[in-house]
């Protein structure tokens, strides 16, 4: 048996980078997926490459009518929804002071209240199934430890990750579990697009493993949480960093 069998996820931001990662690892250990991001010609061949197991919709994580919408069509479409991964996020890389309102704003949005409102919409889904578990993408850079610039994603992130924790023990009665993934320098589409190969590639040069890491290589701890071996892990946080924070 592998060991997602059987269970109903949604993940965000999956049509590419890091979220494509984990929607592919977890049809590939036996979990039906529905892939969500603003990308739809990208999330439609994702899922369509990914065979029965796998369907694309759009979701603006921002949007809590979406998420509303998202979850039933989880259901009418695989089932009532048993496992969560917010993945979707964005930056604009600005420090305090020069941070506009509407980036502010939108940072705080996607990395934060897009993954509050996905918890609550699937939380009572889940409490009616009898258990699942929540997998929150932090960041080590972010909610860890902290860089110049970027100020709303910091924010965000170390948001998400008390977030991730309340729920963990406000629900673990219920049988929902609820953990982070904190990924270190990590190379995706969605890092080039926001100029930010120069931060990764500096970080990289002074890591102990002296590289990124591949997307895959974060979705495997993201996987882990997500199953039964993590039956005991609850409101507890996977650093995948290559070594950054025990500089």
Known sequence: MTRLEGRIAIVTGAARGLGESI???FVREGARVLITDLRDEQGEALASSLGPNAAFRHLDVAIKQE???AIEACGQTFGPLDTLVNNAWWSTQEPIHSETDEGWANTIAVNLTGAFYGMRAAIPVMRDAGGGAIVNVSATIGA??????DA???AAKAGLTALTKNAAVTYASDGIRANTVHPGPI???AVSEIGAEGLQAEFAANLPLGRVATPDEVATAVLYLASDEAAYITGTSIIVDGGFTAI
């Open 23 to 25: 929607a592919r690892a």
């Open 67 to 69: 998420w509303e919408q």
């Open 144 to 149: 860890n430890v902290a860089v110049p610039r």
């Open 152 to 154: 709303g994603y910091h």
């Open 187 to 189: 190379l995706t589409p």
